[in-house]
């Protein structure tokens, strides 16, 4: 079963745009992590938040998590060509929640196409 | 290239056939992970191995699917009778994990992508 919900399927927008990408979860968590796929290869890892952080950055990319919510965001910044991609939320089960803590389970992904 | 290697990268075969898929993860992650990913779909968990034992099983993984980790190196993936409801990119990824407390995060390599005719 697929824990995060992102939101939304697919996104378009113009090169330097900002883009935001949404994802919702079910259990309680760990952590949060959002991956990136280009079209017809693995993940890459992008950023991990903690189930006690609220925000954090990386280079152009920016997370929040809201654990009231149970939601988290991806802001990319001055989005790029080369950004056109599929992105992930991942959440890993906090332990003695009822989850393996070793295992991440993966969303339904964003697509995010940005025209030059 | 030190990162995670699968082969083949391709598989096109007619159902009821046999495959199988190899991962050669990062060497010194003891964690390995197979997942399963459809076209437009997030990947779904299919096993997991910490060194050579395989501690957790999906449901979507029929007794027609088989994983091994013989010396907590490389992994197999075997499907036995493939059905045209296989077809999906099987992606292994790895991990360390051997500090308490230390959050897994996942190193995917590119995929094996299954089509059965």
């Known amino acids: 079963s697929q824990q995060g919900e992102e939101d939304p399927q697919a996104l378009s927008i113009q090169e330097g745009e900002n883009a935001t990408m949404n994802c919702s979860y079910k259990?309680?968590?760990?952590?949060l992590q959002w991956y990136r796929q280009n079209s017809g290869r693995g993940l890459v890892h992008l950023i991990l938040?903690?189930?006690?952080?609220r925000e954090k950055h990386s280079g152009r990319l920016r997370v929040t998590l809201d654990t009231s919510k149970k939601s988290s965001s991806l802001l990319i910044t001055a989005s790029r060509a080369a950004d056109t991609a599929s992105y992930f939320c991942?959440?890993?089960?906090?332990?003695?929640?009822?989850?393996?803590?070793?295992?991440?389970?993966f969303g339904k992904g964003t697509l995010l196409t940005v025209n030059p | 290239d030190t990162g995670v290697s699968q082969n083949p990268r391709h598989k096109i075969t007619k159902r009821g056939q046999n495959v199988t898929f190899r991962c050669d993860p990062i060497?010194?992650?003891?964690?390995l992970y197979w997942y399963r990913q459809t076209l437009g779909q997030g990947p779904e968990f299919l096993t997991y191995?910490?060194?050579?034992?395989?501690?957790?099983k999906s449901r979507l993984l029929s007794d027609r699917f088989s994983a091994e980790r013989p010396k907590g190196s490389f992994s197999t993936l075997e499907i036995q009778r493939t059905e045209q409801g296989d077809s999906a990119m099987y992606l292994c990824?790895?991990?360390?994990?051997?500090?308490?407390?230390?959050?897994?995060?996942?190193?995917f390599g590119e995929g094996s992508r299954l089509t059965v005719l």
């Open positions: 060497s010194e992650h003891n964690r």
């Open positions: 259990t309680s968590i760990n952590n």
């Open positions: 938040i903690r189930s006690n952080e």
């Open positions: 991942a959440t890993v089960p906090r332990e003695n929640s009822g989850g393996s803590n070793y295992k991440l389970t």
């Open positions: 191995f910490q060194n050579e034992a395989q501690l957790e």
């Open positions: 990824a790895s991990s360390s994990g051997r500090l308490a407390g230390e959050y897994v995060r996942l190193f």
